[in-house]
């Protein structure tokens, strides 16, 4: 199993920016499907977005298209989310996660599909 270890989280205002990262260990990195998941207080854990690990290719929520980027780079064996114009709706901890199953996009991913979870990173977004 890979290991993973989120970073980046923090407070911020309304409009503003953070990037998070998730730093892997163990197996290769490349070799993983990766996806970040949030999960608000009082509220069920929702997928955010998933890298495969062929190709490269992207998928979003609808909460979050066209503010977040997903990224990863393989030689530093580190998954990235850039998320800007933040609003208070995406206070949650946020959670990196690998998948060895997920090879295309052909459904939204569940959090069932990832076998290995970092700890989370608490992003706070003041109105």
């Known amino acids: 199993q890979v290991q993973l270890v989120e970073s980046g989280g923090g407070l911020v205002q309304a409009g503003g920016s953070l990037r998070l990262s998730c730093t892997a260990s163990g197996r290769t990195f490349s070799s993983y499907t990766m996806g970040w998941f949030r999960q608000a207080p009082a509220k069920e854990r929702e997928f955010v977005a998933v890298?495969?690990?062929?190709?490269?290719?992207?998928s979003y929520a609808d909460s979050v298209k066209g503010r977040f980027t997903i990224s990863r780079d393989n030689a530093k064996n580190t998954l990235y989310l850039q998320m800007n114009s933040l609003k208070p709706d995406d206070t949650a901890v946020y959670y990196c996660a690998a998948s060895r199953t997920i090879a295309s996009l052909t459904r939204t991913p569940l959090g069932g599909d990832f076998g290995s979870w970092g700890q989370g990173t608490q992003v706070t977004v003041s109105s």
């Open positions: 890298i495969t690990r062929i190709g490269g290719r992207t």
